[in-house]
């Protein structure tokens, strides 16, 4: 069995120790699904004896209406072929009956770009986030016409654009005709002056960037907070499966991410996990030296390790975010005041996107 990326085994582990035992039993088996060259890893943990292994036409579907796989595997893994679209989802079950449902995180689109399913990870009391319900990504302008199909066959009913008036503007997305969710945006023109002040103040470091990604976190919960607001309410009144996405997927949609997972219940840790993968699913094009761009020459004359603190992720930079809610009163005054969550909102949101107990 081929192993798993570092970022999936590390979420395997912590989806299976997130919690306490769920109602039903059962709450640390947890299972992982990583797709490559045509086959699907599968990697699991809290399953007792022979597995086997069936694939579902859909993340709730009942058993009997999936295919078998595998019959009886031994171990924690098994590796099946299973074709990328449509989407498939997997049922595992072990020889005392316990069931356990997966999915793979990172959507397999041919122009898709640090596109994820929040699904499956797991709350205080090991209830999982219901998959395919809740998507985040970077820019969808490489999407192919194939993958608008596959994502319109998925349900996507709303879209939650992040980005700028600019980057809207440079990167605009066309859904095709018959797929097209509603798409949510606001034009405002992004602050870069925490990055730019970098150039003004000596040599550019790893250091100075971190700490710059910093500033710009402590500040996003709120100024992003009614961008945020309008995600929850959308998702309250039930306008999903539901994605979401900036340019890059990783700090617009990020924080965002980690707000809707620690909303439904998910260890802050859990969310920390997710936001961390970034690192690995976000691939971005180098900046070019030339061009009309300033940003672009701005960001290539950086040197590489300050660059790689710019475009990749951080735990202080989320860490930041959460520091300053809790400056300003704490997480159940922001989700009250900032993203307008009454308790029943909270209340609807958790019975919306968390799945059943493990069986």
């Known amino acids: 069995m081929r192993p798993l990326p570092p970022g999936l085994a590390l979420i395997a582990a912590m989806a299976a120790t997130a919690g306490a035992v769920a109602r039903e039993a059962s709450a640390d088996a947890a299972a992982v699904a990583a797709r490559s060259n045509g086959t699907v890893s599968l990697s699991w943990t809290g399953l007792s004896g022979p597995v086997d292994i069936w694939q579902l036409p859909s993340a709730d579907a009942p058993r009997a209406s999936g295919r078998k796989l595998l019959s009886g595997s031994v171990g924690n893994g098994a ?15 072990d020889s005392k009956g316990r069931e356990v449902r997966t999915a793979e995180r990172v959507l397999p689109l041919d122009g898709g770009s640090n596109f994820r399913d929040l699904g499956g990870y797991r709350t205080e009391d090991g209830t999982p986030v219901a998959w395919g319900k809740l998507y985040r990504s970077a820019v ?3 999407l192919t016409p194939d993958d608008f199909q596959r994502l319109g066959a998925l349900g996507i009913e709303t879209v939650c654009d992040f980005r700028s008036t600019d980057e809207r503007q ?9 797929v097209q969710p509603t798409v949510l945006a606001t034009d405002y023109g992004l602050d870069m002056g925490a990055i730019a002040t970098l150039f003004r103040s000596g040599p550019v470091t790893a250091e100075k960037t971190k700490a710059a990604m910093e500033g710009f976190y402590a500040e996003m919960p709120f100024t992003f907070a009614d961008q945020y607001a309008r995600m929850m309410r959308q998702l309250v009144d039930g306008k999903a499966p539901l994605a979401f996405n ?11 991410a980690a707000l809707l997972l620690t909303t439904l ?19 971005p094009k180098p900046p ?3 061009g009309d761009d300033p940003t672009a020459r701005m960001f290539a004359s950086m ?3 300050a660059l790689q603190a710019l475009m990749g992720v951080d735990r202080r930079y989320l860490d930041a975010s959460y520091k300053a809610i809790e400056a300003r009163g704490g997480m159940d005054r922001y989700l009250a005041e900032q993203l307008k969550l009454s308790p029943s909102d909270l209340d609807e949101l958790r019975r919306r996107y968390l799945g059943p107990a493990p069986r």
Do not use: H, I, Q
């Open 246 to 256: 900036c340019s890059a997927g990783k700090d617009r949609t990020g924080l965002a």
């Open 303 to 305: 040197p590489k390790d």
């Open 140 to 142: 969808m302008s490489g």
């Open 170 to 178: 440079r990167d605009p997305v066309t859904w095709p005709a018959g």
């Open 265 to 283: 219940g998910v260890p802050y840790e859990t969310a920390v996990s997710d936001y961390l993968l970034s690192n690995e699913t976000y691939r």
């Open 288 to 290: 070019v030296a030339g």
């Open 79 to 93: 590796t099946v072929p299973v074709a990328a679209w449509p989407r498939p989802y997997f049922l595992l079950r």
